[in-house]
């Protein structure tokens, strides 16, 4: 795969990027290693300091970088922008929180183990390898790349071939906040390229977000080595409406779920599963509001669909569509790519979904929705688990026992009741089966690339 910025909105190749050869790979990889010596013996503080300056260069240049993102992939503008000023304040959360998060941790009574003194530290890794993928390309990036630097580890990030503009900004950004040269680099290379990385002895750690295959090759290629691995993959995350919910309500936020990012996000709602006496009302509403959604230009602020951040992206998903309805799924609205330039697929809600059909096990990743008509909770319950994934999940009831009964019961990283998921830097983030391992953001994520070192005294 070319490294380039193809801007989907017309199809249209803006810039190509030579990829760095294996002795500026090697260069940058030293650079890190010789940066995390020197981070490791700073103090939070001085760390702080250099996050929170960088931060604020995030949110000088939002507008900015948030053209650059919506050229890169596509994304509605003041979704880009938003999503830089996201980035800056978690920035400030790990700068005001690191220090608490990593605090040693005593033994009430070190007499049990036999000691004066027991306790834990944490303390950082070295450089940790980032493989990132491009649907939020400061986003996904910054939220790994806050927590560690904070934690006194280094980054090397390879971001994913389609968006190198990106990945070149983010290259310079910490060493202008005032890191020292070196903490946080950018590695331009293919996926091809990544193996050497991970089992280089200098590279400690690797997390990726991106696909199941990318995850299952990086993963396997660290325990080759036998070094941490984080992933952080797709889902399929199911949306379920029971009869006592607010059904309005639902719809909306359902829309919002499904279509937020160009309904390329690895959180959004995909399946709708909905109670058969409130399916009718729900399904209409949805449908409508849907069909009424503005799909266009994404520099326009009126947009609120753009493209797909690739034509390969567009195709697979139609090829999801296509065999649905080949084998007797019903469209309600949508179910196509409109004529002309970019690669743009019409916000579709589909139903009458049977099992044989690959929509029902694989990722959308794009603005289509599959509605289930489920009788009751435990059919609900079956359809909401019945795929490989377990990212996160939403949950409209006003019944607070059913509410307990399918909180315990959901195979999910995440319950979100009566709204959509999100992410947010208080709350940790990932998933169980196919989805991943481990956890970011919060506390949770700067403990994932830190030695927990006990401690004994005697
Ligand atoms: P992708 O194709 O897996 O790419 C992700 C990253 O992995 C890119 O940097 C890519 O590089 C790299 N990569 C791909 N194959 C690789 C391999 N064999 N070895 C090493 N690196 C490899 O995924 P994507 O299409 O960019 O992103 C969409 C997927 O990410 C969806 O499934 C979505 O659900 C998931 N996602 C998950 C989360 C989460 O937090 N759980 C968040 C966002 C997205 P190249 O670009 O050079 O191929």
């Given at each position: 795969m070319a490294i380039s910025t193809v801007n989907p909105t017309t199809g249209v190749t803006e810039q190509v990027f030579e990829a760095h050869s294996t002795e500026e790979v090697e260069r940058r990889i030293a650079s890190a290693d010789e940066a995390a010596k020197i981070l490791r013996g700073t103090s939070y503080a001085r760390r702080a300091e250099w996050m929170k300056a960088t931060a604020q260069l995030l949110e000088a240049e939002a507008e900015e970088l948030g053209r650059l993102i919506t050229l890169e992939m596509g994304k509605p503008i003041a979704q880009s922008v938003a999503e830089v000023r996201k980035s800056a304040a978690s920035m400030h959360f790990y700068a005001d929180n690191a220090e608490k998060f990593l605090a040693d941790t005593p033994l009430e009574d070190p007499s049990v183990v036999g000691a004066s003194k027991a306790w834990t530290t944490y303390q950082p890794l070295g450089a940790v390898l980032a493989v990132m993928p491009w649907n939020y390309p400061i986003w996904q990036v910054i939220r790994f790349a806050a927590p560690a630097l904070m934690a006194g580890n280094t980054g090397l990030l390879k971001h994913a071939s389609n968006v190198p503009q990106s990945a070149i900004y983010l290259d310079t950004l910490f060493e202008r906040g005032g890191f020292p040269a070196g903490s946080f680099r950018t590695l331009l290379i293919g996926g091809s390229a990544v193996a050497p990385v991970i089992a280089d002895?200098?590279?400690k750690a690797v997390t990726l977000t991106g696909s199941e295959p990318a995850g299952r090759s990086v993963a396997s290629i660290a325990a080759d080595h036998v070094k941490k691995s984080l992933l952080e993959l797709g889902g399929s995350d199911p949306f379920v409406v029971m009869d006592s919910a607010n059904v309005p309500a639902a719809a909306a936020t359902a829309v919002r779920a499904r279509i937020s990012n160009n309904g390329q996000s690895c959180i959004a709602g995909k399946r709708f599963i909905v109670h058969t006496d409130v399916y009718d009302e729900f399904a209409a509403e949805f449908a409508r509001l849907m069909g009424e959604l503005v799909v266009g230009d994404?520099?326009?602020?009126?947009?609120q669909v753009g493209p797909l951040a690739t034509a390969d992206g567009r195709d697979e998903l139609a090829g999801l569509v296509d065999d649905a309805v080949a084998l007797g799924a019903q469209v309600l609205v949508g179910g196509s790519a409109p004529q002309g330039e970019g690669y743009f697929y019409l916000p579709t809600v589909i139903a009458g979904l049977s099992d044989e059909m690959r929509l029902v096990q694989e990722e959308a990743f794009g603005p289509v929705a599959s509605l289930y008509r489920v009788r009751d909770r435990e059919e609900a319950l079956q359809v909401a688990n019945q795929t490989t994934f377990g990212l996160s999940s939403a949950l409209w009831t006003n019944d607070a026992a059913e509410e307990q009964w399918f909180l315990e019961r959901l195979e999910a990283g995440a319950v979100f009741i009566n709204g959509m998921t999100v992410s947010n830097q208080e709350l940790p983030f990932g998933g169980i089966k196919r989805s991943g391992f481990g956890r970011e953001l919060a506390a949770e994520g700067i403990r994932e690339f830190c030695n927990l070192k006990t401690l004994w005294k005697a």
């Open positions: 002895p200098r590279v994404p520099m326009d602020p009126a947009t």
